[in-house]
């Protein structure tokens, strides 16, 4: 046997450490991003590390993107901000079409035509919206998570009208930081959902509908009476957070994202028409809200995880509009019946929150008006007047048609 | 060729391969520590007290609001450090160092900022005592002066979490980790066996050729035993002034006052910081030209001895 020459040995050698680094690349490319995607959305805390885990991350093994998620409270400003500077993330989820459609009539938004099938969606959580200076109609939002409102919670027995009424059960807090007054805005958008229907609750989230109209102030009454607007109580909910402490044998007119707090507390919930006076024919419909993601730089690596939160294999946080995917086998009754609600399985009216669906100037107004009327109830016809002069008229799908 | 002529041969190609040596992992070595002290010095730590200036602008802010009362005249002096904080911000932004993350967090505290001077300013305006309380509660709220750690929706603690996240920067480029310490080492060990050699190499030759010195090989010797010394030398005191700037920023300073002393302290501590970094360059050129004079020291006398083939 010939005896390996030393020149062969050293180019053997050297060969060898050119294939192990080669190797080594071609390990370290697969294993490196492969492009990244910008996410602005309001989630931080528990809810933000829950998205992390369950959506980001395995988006994130199964396409080596890179997701740089931020996480404001301060999403609306922070969003104007970078819109008006030019440097927008790539996708943000916002909470209610309303500021969306302004930024799509802006131009702002891309269409996510294509990139979802929208037949597994009610029209009111992904509809096809016309925009001036684009030819047709065109869906710029995706549902990533949807909660339900008209929600009644208590413990013990089942509140009624007549048990309702007295403004000392109720649980109140306005307290939202830079939101604060939201809740009332609920309050108020409920009582003419359950009072009006849906049609006449509709036409007013659209602007057709003054707020100097009969029903709209009915609603403003109607829940000052039945939380006490103006007394001492009211006054103390203006710096109560909306999320503080309530059990026991009190109320709370809170959405779905309050289950947990409830269910702990050995609590259950009854659909607000079974609390609100004077309710209408049309009473039952619920009120719904949700987070909604958008498409502002058009990268592939965006239209990608666009296609991710509307796949059926995401782990979206509670609860999915898709009507393909399957009911999560982890929740408990409670949680799938809010889910199915949520997804038109119950063939129920589902409203969208009417402040979620007004201009981001009439939605803010709306939450001073109510701020100011908790405490000065006697106010209303000159804020109502105020409000109405902000009002504008749109054409968005705020109700369902099941 | 001779055994003197090999021997020279032999002792030329072991100080050039430990010349070459010594260079490339004192070249490394050096740029290991110097190539983070610009840095240290212009950005994170300028960075990291345009924070602090905020959060203190901010805090300030927010006392005039208290002192004045709702009748009291506190717009003058409230905006101006509401802009002071704002042109922390913009300094912070434009000494980013932890990139897309920390860009994003300066908007979001950007964003915050104007809601919290949103609700100070309806205070302002309101007449009705509730609601200029509510008011001023949010705005306490969105400012988080009083907020428990772990949250991250209020001013204060996104301007805290992005001072760890700056300072967690600052610490990285202030760090001598283990590869340092293994790199120095090897310059420790590679510098006193080239200098060894070359003393050697010098006794050889005097010893051989009867010469009391060999002069370029000794402008060699001279080249590195002077040369490394010096540059470990600054990077000793490089990396003690950016242990101390550390130490300096580490804790956040809440006198304002405070703030441009540390600064100062800091820029003088560093001010050589561009100079020293500088002196890197030089190592290849110093090493270069050491390995130079060896070859031209040596050279010459390997020639006298080469041996030549019959033509």
Same mark, same amino acid.
């Given at each position: 046997?010939?005896?390996?020459?030393?020149?062969?040995?050293?180019?053997?050698?050297?060969?060898?450490?050119?294939?192990?680094?080669?190797?080594?690349?071609?390990?370290?490319?697969?294993?490196?991003?492969?492009?990244? =995607?910008?996410?602005?959305?309001?989630? +931080?805390?528990?809810?933000?590390?829950?998205?992390?885990?369950?959506?980001?991350?395995?988006?994130?093994?199964?396409?080596?993107?890179?997701?740089?998620?931020? #996480?404001?409270?301060?999403? +609306?400003?922070?969003?104007?901000?970078?819109?008006?500077? #030019?440097?927008?993330?790539?996708?943000?989820?916002?909470?209610?079409?309303?500021?969306?459609?302004?930024?799509? =009539?802006?131009?702002?938004?891309?269409?996510?035509?294509?990139?979802?099938?929208?037949?597994?969606?009610?029209?009111?959580?992904?509809?096809?919206?016309?925009?001036?200076?684009?030819?047709?109609?065109?869906?710029?939002?995706?549902?990533?998570?949807?909660?339900?409102?008209?929600? =009644?919670?208590?413990?013990?027995?089942?509140?009624?009208?007549?048990?309702?009424?007295?403004?000392?059960?109720?649980?109140?807090?306005?307290?939202?930081?830079?939101?604060?007054?939201?809740?009332?805005?609920?309050?108020?958008?409920?009582?003419?959902?359950?009072?009006?229907?849906?049609?006449?609750?509709?036409?007013?989230?659209?602007?057709?509908?003054?707020?100097?109209?009969?029903?709209?102030?009915?609603?403003?009454?109607?829940?000052?009476?039945?939380?006490?607007?103006?007394?001492?109580?009211?006054?103390?909910?203006?710096?109560?957070?909306?999320?503080?402490?309530?059990?026991?044998?009190?109320?709370?007119?809170?959405?779905?994202?309050?289950?947990?707090?409830?269910?702990?507390?050995?609590?259950?919930?009854?659909?607000?028409?079974?609390?609100?006076?004077?309710?209408?024919?049309?009473?039952?419909?619920?009120? $719904?809200?949700?987070?909604?993601?958008?498409?502002?730089?058009?990268?592939?690596?965006?239209?990608?995880?666009?296609?991710?939160?509307?796949?059926?294999?995401?782990?979206?946080?509670?609860? +999915?509009?898709?009507?393909?995917?399957?009911?999560?086998?982890?929740?408990?009754?409670?949680?799938?019946?809010?889910?199915?609600?949520?997804?038109?399985?119950?063939?129920?009216?589902?409203?969208?929150?009417? +402040?979620?669906?007004?201009?981001?100037?009439?939605?803010?107004?709306?939450?001073?008006?109510?701020?100011?009327?908790? $405490?000065?109830?006697?106010?209303?016809?000159?804020?109502?007047?105020?409000?109405?002069?902000?009002?504008?008229?749109?054409?968005?799908?705020?109700?369902?048609?099941? | 060729?001779?055994?003197?002529? &090999?021997?020279?041969?032999?002792?030329?190609?072991?100080?050039?391969?430990?010349?070459?040596?010594?260079?490339?992992?004192?070249?490394?070595?050096?740029?290991? /520590?110097?190539?983070?002290?610009?840095?240290?010095?212009?950005? %994170?730590?300028?960075?990291?007290?345009?924070?602090?200036?905020? &959060?203190?602008?901010?805090?300030?802010?927010?006392?005039?609001?208290?002192?004045?009362? *709702?009748?009291?005249?506190?717009?003058?002096?409230?905006?101006?450090?509401?802009? /002071?904080?704002?042109?922390?911000?913009?300094?912070?932004?434009?000494?980013?160092?932890?990139?897309?993350?920390?860009?994003?967090?300066?908007?979001?505290?950007?964003?915050?900022?104007? /809601?919290?001077?949103?609700?100070?300013?309806?205070?302002?305006?309101?007449?009705?005592?509730?609601? %200029?309380?509510?008011?001023?509660?949010?705005?306490?709220? /969105?400012?988080?002066?009083?907020?428990?750690?772990?949250?991250?929706?209020?001013?204060?603690?996104?301007?805290?979490?992005?001072?760890?996240?700056?300072?967690?920067?600052?610490?990285?480029?202030?760090?001598?980790?283990?590869?340092?310490?293994?790199?120095?080492?090897?310059?420790?060990?590679?510098?006193?066996?080239?200098?060894?050699?070359?003393?050697?190499?010098?006794?050889?030759? &005097?010893?051989?050729?009867?010469?009391?010195?060999?002069?370029?090989?000794?402008?060699?010797?001279?080249?590195?035993?002077?040369?490394?010394?010096?540059?470990?030398?600054?990077?000793?005191?490089?990396?003690?002034?950016?242990?101390?700037?550390?130490?300096?920023?580490?804790?956040?300073?809440?006198?304002?006052?405070?703030? *441009?002393?540390?600064?100062?302290?800091?820029?003088?501590?560093?001010?050589?910081?561009?100079?020293?970094?500088?002196? %890197?360059?030089?190592?290849?050129?110093?090493?270069?030209?050491?390995?130079?004079?060896?070859?031209?020291?040596?050279?010459?006398?390997?020639?006298?001895?080469?041996?030549?083939?019959? &033509?």
């Amino acid at each position: 046997m010939r005896r390996l020459r030393p020149r062969t040995a050293g180019i053997l050698c050297a060969c060898l450490v050119l294939l192990g680094a080669g190797v080594f690349a071609g390990a370290r490319w697969a294993q490196g991003w492969k492009g990244s =995607v910008t996410l602005l959305a309001n989630w +931080s805390g528990e809810e933000r590390d829950q998205f992390e885990e369950n959506v980001i991350e395995p988006f994130e093994r199964k396409y080596r993107i890179d997701v740089v998620y931020q #996480g404001s409270s301060a999403l +609306s400003q922070v969003l104007a901000a970078d819109m008006v500077a #030019g440097n927008p993330p790539d996708v943000a989820v916002l909470p209610g079409p309303g500021e969306l459609l302004a930024y799509a =009539v802006d131009g702002r938004l891309q269409p996510l035509d294509g990139l979802f099938d929208a037949g597994h969606y009610d029209r009111i959580w992904a509809p096809e919206v016309t925009v001036p200076g684009r030819e047709g109609r065109n869906t710029y939002w995706l549902p990533v998570k949807t909660g339900l409102k008209s929600m =009644v919670w208590y413990s013990g027995e089942r509140p009624t009208v007549e048990s309702a009424g007295d403004p000392e059960r109720w649980c109140l807090g306005m307290e939202s930081g830079a939101t604060s007054g939201w809740p009332g805005t609920d309050w108020v958008e409920d009582i003419l959902l359950q009072q009006a229907g849906p049609q006449v609750y509709e036409k007013w989230a659209n602007g057709g509908l003054d707020w100097t109209h009969p029903a709209v102030r009915k609603a403003w009454m109607t829940w000052g009476e039945l939380v006490g607007a103006g007394e001492g109580r009211a006054v103390r909910a203006l710096t109560t957070g909306y999320g503080e402490d309530c059990a026991g044998r009190r109320l709370e007119h809170q959405g779905s994202f309050r289950a947990g707090h409830w269910r702990a507390a050995g609590g259950d919930y009854v659909h607000s028409s079974e609390i609100v006076p004077d309710t209408g024919p049309d009473a039952g419909a619920w009120e $719904v809200s949700g987070d909604l993601a958008i498409l502002l730089n058009p990268t592939e690596e965006a239209r990608q995880l666009i296609r991710y939160l509307a796949g059926t294999g995401a782990a979206l946080p509670d609860h +999915s509009a898709n009507e393909a995917a399957a009911p999560d086998s982890a929740q408990d009754a409670t949680q799938k019946e809010i889910g199915d609600i949520l997804r038109g399985r119950q063939k129920e009216t589902r409203c969208w929150d009417a +402040s979620d669906t007004m201009p981001r100037a009439m939605r803010d107004a709306f939450q001073q008006a109510v701020l100011r009327f908790l $405490v000065e109830p006697a106010s209303l016809e000159a804020q109502l007047k105020e409000l109405q002069k902000l009002s504008v008229e749109q054409s968005l799908p705020v109700c369902s048609r099941d | 060729m001779s055994t003197t002529g &090999r021997e020279l041969t032999r002792r030329l190609r072991l100080l050039l391969t430990l010349g070459a040596a010594t260079t490339l992992v004192l070249f490394f070595a050096y740029r290991g /520590v110097h190539d983070d002290t610009v840095p240290l010095s212009s950005s %994170s730590t300028p960075g990291i007290l345009a924070v602090d200036t905020a &959060r203190n602008a901010l805090a300030t802010a927010h006392r005039i609001v208290g002192d004045s009362g *709702p009748e009291g005249d506190m717009s003058d002096e409230f905006h101006t450090q509401v802009s /002071v904080a704002h042109q922390s911000l913009a300094l912070t932004a434009s000494e980013n160092v932890i990139g897309v993350e920390g860009r994003h967090d300066l908007q979001t505290i950007t964003g915050l900022i104007a /809601v919290y001077s949103g609700w100070v300013e309806r205070w302002g305006r309101e007449d009705h005592q509730a609601l %200029s309380t509510a008011y001023l509660h949010y705005a306490e709220r /969105v400012l988080g002066l009083e907020s428990e750690p772990g949250t991250d929706g209020d001013v204060m603690s996104r301007l805290d979490a992005l001072r760890d996240k700056q300072l967690d920067v600052a610490e990285r480029q202030a760090a001598f980790p283990w590869q340092l310490w293994l790199g120095w080492s090897a310059v420790a060990v590679l510098y006193l066996a080239l200098l060894l050699a070359l003393l050697d190499t010098q006794r050889f030759l &005097r010893r051989r050729f009867r010469r009391p010195v060999q002069v370029r090989l000794l402008a060699a010797t001279a080249v590195c035993g002077l040369g490394v010394p010096v540059l470990g030398r600054i990077t000793w005191t490089a990396q003690r002034a950016m242990s101390g700037s550390l130490d300096g920023i580490r804790v956040r300073e809440k006198d304002p006052d405070g703030i *441009p002393k540390t600064a100062d302290q800091v820029q003088s501590a560093l001010a050589d910081a561009g100079f020293w970094a500088s002196l %890197s360059g030089w190592v290849l050129l110093g090493g270069a030209v050491a390995m130079a004079l060896t070859v031209w020291g040596l050279w010459p006398r390997i020639t006298e001895y080469r041996w030549r083939a019959p &033509r």
